[in-house]
């Protein structure tokens, strides 16, 4: 996932060695801080990310450091930290951890907002905190801490803000170097994103012409972090059922109207992205993917199931349950839900809920997929 | 799995022209001082409209049950206040009647946190008690013009915003100066009765507010009218036949924490204003128009962030903080017509400022960067001897601020904070929690005390004789300047000293 390709970086920069935590939106977000790092000519090896994370890890090196209790994904950030200053065999001479304030997403320009969930955004902070309050374990250990606040969502924005963080570490570094990393950023993220949508819809075109069902995945983009997540859609695929998540889905035009195009042109909404018809007060990027997923899913005929993750005390979620569910439920598509998920993986339960799960799809995905199929119209680009 | 119709989010039914005056507009959510004003706004333009009951314990339960457990506390308080509110009706007049004869209206159209999500929350809320028929209205709250919501039964415009906007920087005046009085009055009881003639009487006032035609006329006339300054001006003089002894030693408790709990004053924050007074304190509350004040910092932040990318921005940026100038102006001149004791809004961009080196201040959500640099600005300006803040259970913002406060306070060990999570149950350990800081904030503010009386070399007995020879001092409507201390008492002994030497 956190893989990166070699390019050509202009001149030399010194050997800096930048950790960023491997949290939160940076899992939808981390080409294009690589492709941002390696753009200003810091080697591909020179960026590290901290593990997936892990109970072990929390223990090792979070433990005394948290300020408040909260969801997991963000309490578990500070073993995040602490693996970065204290776990590396190299120390490293940066920790970056940006405030990420907005997020890129396909429904930009079609819902209110694409904001990140507050605890997201404020995380820095909150962890930062852990390690400066009795004292400044940074300074202590000789590592700067640079956690800019970006709004990736409006990228006209970007360079300007990250330009101070960036020149701190790299002084003397002119705006103008900054822009063209940061478009090369994009350029990344999207190249990335882009692949990755691909591989989405050749696995559902594969579904289309076998007739055969899989299974989208709602979720945030940090329960692909198996220590968030806990991996319950590995499972199911061991069961041979292809996965997709939802911040991957196909997003072409041919797709998007025959799955979308008699709403739009019944008036309801007012492009294929537009979710103002199951979720009006669309501000939250994730939140508002989340929901699209659910529409997609409703529509198309293959995705037989959807698993809904969400983690413990998470306030964004919650109001989603209801809006998701019907959302799917009502199109005929099986539901399931993880909810509350923590630091441990419920073993037992998960197990005998993947084998309910992948029992039902087995004896009722036929019959959904024929359903599903009867309700939409003819011509589908899938099976083009 | 059986398939049924896809589905859809709740739109309100019509709110139609004709239906005014007939359909009753609830809300709530505020104190009760500017609910009572903003009633009487609705009522000036022609509305029928009712407050909701304050929120309860049964309500939180409600809306727990109704919506979703684990939801931010004030959601759970607000949607379980209206729904049970709507059950009561429905089951005194009927369903469709209820449905007919009630809308709700509330702000909650923005931003990061859950409160740009409470439709959810009460949509459901409405389908579980089977009145999806009831029709409820999100108003926009950075927007003053919106035109009509849906329907047309309620315009969003000049006169209903601003009137609204006056009726809570009156109520936030009235408030301010209702708890500086409170601690130190003479006569127990006297300060709640001038205060409920008062609001009648302000109530009166917005009831019968002078329209103006078009949305200049309207503001050009709310600018410029002495109108609610004379409406505060009997405030005033009914304030003035309050007695009130501020050598009594009280420490001074600001209120901060989520813009719900640390406004509304009853159970959804323990009571904990009362609570703190009975304990002792004076209260520094929270006012609406900080929230306001900030609202309009966050536009500007906005657009800074604009700057050298987009060519009007700096113009944006002017014209916000014009704006600003313009709100605190406009309360300045209301407070002036309380003698100016009511507190000053603080600097927003000196909030900023404080607050910097610990949390960003583009971060959003609930008070973003304010529950930091309000905390820090008290203590450093020494406007407070301790902060209460009251934190939601589940509030996604407020967590992190909370968190955030690690640092303030690994950088200032004095800084006395009470950080309350608020769930609705678990009062006495918020309670006690609150107490044990308390206590040190009682001892800091005689420590205070004792050392204005060393520093003037007056001693108690002496300072009330210097009381006892100008009355005027021992009147609610004294303004006791800021002599650098915190406490009032402390404040005032050094206030008579300067005037002895003057
Ligand atoms: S979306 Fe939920 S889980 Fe993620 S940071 Fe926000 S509150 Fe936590
Ligand atoms: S600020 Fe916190 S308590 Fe208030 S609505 Fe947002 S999440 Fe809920």
Not at chain 2, 372 to 395: F, Q, T
Not at chain 2, 469 to 476: K, T, V, W
Request: charged share 25%; glycine share 8%; with cysteine.
């Amino acid at each position: 996932m956190f893989g990166r390709k070699p390019s050509a970086a202009p001149g030399p920069r010194p050997r800096l060695r930048i950790g960023i935590p491997r949290t939160l939106n940076i899992w939808s977000t981390h080409q294009f801080w690589i492709g941002l790092f390696e753009a200003l000519g810091i080697e591909a090896r020179s960026i590290v990310f901290s593990s997936d994370t892990s109970e072990e890890q929390g223990r090792e090196f979070g433990r005394g450091r948290g300020t408040v209790d909260c969801c997991y994904p963000v309490k578990c950030m500070s073993g995040h930290y602490g693996e970065l200053i204290f776990g590396q065999k190299r120390r490293i001479d940066v920790l970056f951890s940006p405030m990420i304030y907005s997020l890129p997403s396909m429904l930009h320009g079609h819902v209110a907002d694409s904001l990140a969930c507050p605890r997201v955004m404020a995380a820095p902070e909150n962890i930062r905190a852990g390690f400066t309050r009795e004292k400044d374990v940074f300074a202590e250990q000789g590592i700067r801490y640079l956690a800019p606040l970006v709004s990736l969502g409006d990228p006209r924005l970007v360079a300007k803000q990250l330009h101070p963080a960036l020149a701190e570490m790299l002084p003397g570094l002119p705006m103008k170097e900054v822009q063209r990393a940061v478009d090369a950023g994009y350029q990344a993220l999207s190249a990335f994103n882009d692949r990755l949508r691909g591989r989405s819809r050749e696995i559902l075109a594969w579904c289309a012409r076998e007739g055969r069902p899989c299974i989208l995945v709602l979720a945030r983009p940090y329960h692909m972090d198996p220590g968030i997540g806990h991996e319950i859609e590995t499972d199911l695929q061991a069961h041979g059922y292809p996965i997709l998540w939802s911040q991957y889905l196909p997003t072409d035009g041919d797709l998007m109207d025959w799955l979308f195009g008699e709403q739009v042109r019944a008036g309801e909404i007012r492009s294929p992205f537009d979710i103002a018809d199951v979720w009006p007060t669309s501000y939250s990027a994730n939140t508002n993917e989340i929901l699209w997923g659910a529409k997609f899913a409703a529509r198309t005929p293959w995705i037989t199931c959807v698993i809904r993750l969400t983690s413990y005390e998470c306030g964004m979620d919650q109001p989603t349950y209801t809006p998701v569910q019907q959302t799917v439920e009502r199109s005929g598509t099986l539901y399931f839900s993880f909810q509350d998920l923590d630091s441990t993986k419920p073993a037992g339960s998960v197990k005998i809920r993947v084998e309910t799960i992948a029992y039902y799809l087995e004896r009722m995905s036929a019959d959904i997929i024929g359903r599903k199929q009867a309700r939409m119209p003819p011509g589908c680009p899938l099976l083009g | 799995m059986n398939q049924t119709s896809p589905y859809r989010t709740y739109r309100p039914a019509p709110f139609t022209p004709e239906e005014r005056g007939q359909v009753e507009i609830l809300f709530g959510g505020l104190h009760w001082r500017a609910e009572r004003l903003i009633k009487a706004v609705f009522e000036n333009l022609g509305h029928r409209a009712r407050i909701l009951p304050t929120a309860t314990r049964e309500d939180l339960l409600a809306g727990r049950e109704l919506a979703d457990v684990g939801q931010c506390c004030p959601t759970s308080f607000t949607t379980g206040n209206l729904a049970n509110f709507l059950r009561a009706e429905a089951s005194r007049i009927g369903a469709e009647e209820t449905a007919r004869r009630y809308v709700y209206v509330t702000a909650g159209s923005c931003g990061a946190c859950r409160f740009g999500q409470y439709h959810q929350s009460y949509e459901l809320a409405l389908r579980n008690v089977g009145l999806e028929a009831f029709r409820l209205f999100l108003v926009a709250q950075d927007r003053m013009d919106q035109g009509a919501l849906a329907g047309g039964g309620l315009k969003v415009d000049m006169p209903l915003t601003l009137g609204i906007l006056w009726a809570i920087l009156c109520a936030d005046a009235l408030q301010s100066l209702e708890y500086q009085v409170r601690p130190y009055e003479v006569v127990p009881g006297e300060t709640d009765r001038v205060v409920a003639a008062c609001v009648d009487h302000l109530e009166q006032a917005f009831r019968n507010r002078p329209q103006r035609d078009g949305k200049w006329g309207s503001l050009a006339w709310h600018l410029g009218t002495g109108y609610f300054v004379e409406a505060l001006r009997e405030v005033y003089r009914r304030f003035e036949a309050i007695e009130v002894d501020r050598l009594r030693v009280r420490p001074v408790v600001k209120i901060t924490g989520e813009f719900y709990l640390q406004t509304v004053e009853g159970e959804p924050n323990h009571n904990m204003h009362r609570w703190l007074e009975a304990e002792g304190a004076e209260v520094y509350p929270a006012a609406i128009a900080v929230w306001l004040d900030y609202w309009m910092r966050f536009y500007v932040q906005g657009f800074e962030d604009e700057v050298g990318v987009d060519r009007t921005a700096r113009a944006k940026i002017a014209a916000v903080r014009a704006l600003q100038r313009v709100f605190g102006w406009t309360y300045d001149r209301l407070r002036a017509a309380l003698g100016g004791i009511p507190h000053a809004l603080p600097d927003q961009y000196e909030l900023r400022r404080l607050a910097a080196p610990y949390y960003h201040h583009r971060l959003s959500g609930g008070e973003g960067d304010m529950l930091v640099g309000k905390a820090l600005w008290a203590h450093l300006n020494r406007r407070a001897h301790m902060i209460c803040e009251l934190s939601p259970y589940a509030c996604m913002p407020n967590t992190m601020s909370i968190g955030a406060m690690a640092g303030v306070l690994g950088k200032h060990p004095d800084l006395l904070y009470a950080p309350l999570e608020i769930k609705g149950d678990a009062e006495v350990h918020a309670l006690s929690r609150c107490q044990m800081i308390l206590t040190e904030a009682k001892k800091r503010a005689q420590r205070e005390y004792e050392e204005a009386l060393e520093r003037t070399g007056l001693t108690t007995e002496r300072a009330r004789a210097l009381l006892e020879a100008h009355p005027e001092m021992r009147r609610a409507t004294y303004r006791v300047p800021h002599a650098g201390a915190a406490g009032t008492a402390a404040n005032l002994v050094l206030h008579l000293a300067a005037r002895g030497r003057a």
